[in-house]
């Protein structure tokens, strides 16, 4: 039986203790079709941080201000079109679900400057590019599954349901 459009928490992290190799590549498969509606939600997300921080820039706000108006504005509209079109709903409050968004958001944006100083530091004849784009990578990653664990992961049922 096929993996819906829209994985479900459960179909997507139980898998048996001896998976084996065509499982995991299954696994992979089925989500991939998830994985590139995130990058084209994250893409929507970016095209909006920067036409927003651009305009707000250019009518007068400090880079910093543009920049947190235009980066919350772009987390609004990327969790929206993710709980819309990747990740099923999770039975959390809006506000919780946002919350949890915004905590797995800022921490793959860390990660990703992370990476980039770490590669910057390490390999110091990596081209910047190539560090930026390795650390975009990996929290594109690390986001897409904490997104898909943590913050739209089928919320507890209720005591004495």
Known sequence: ??????IRHAEAVERPAGATVATAA???????PAFVRFIAVGGAGLALDAALFALLSHAGLSDALARALSLGAATLLTWRLNRRF??????????EELARYALV???AQGLNYA???LLRGAVPVLPALVALLSGAGFAALFSFTGQRLFTFAP???PAGA
């Open 1 to 6: 039986m096929p993996l819906s459009p829209r």
């Open 155 to 157: 919320a507890p049922a």
């Open 86 to 95: 990747t990740f099923a709903e999770s039975g959390r409050r809006h506000r």
């Open 26 to 32: 299954a696994t992979l498969i089925a989500l991939g």
């Open 105 to 107: 958001a800022l921490t």
């Open 115 to 117: 990476v980039f100083l």
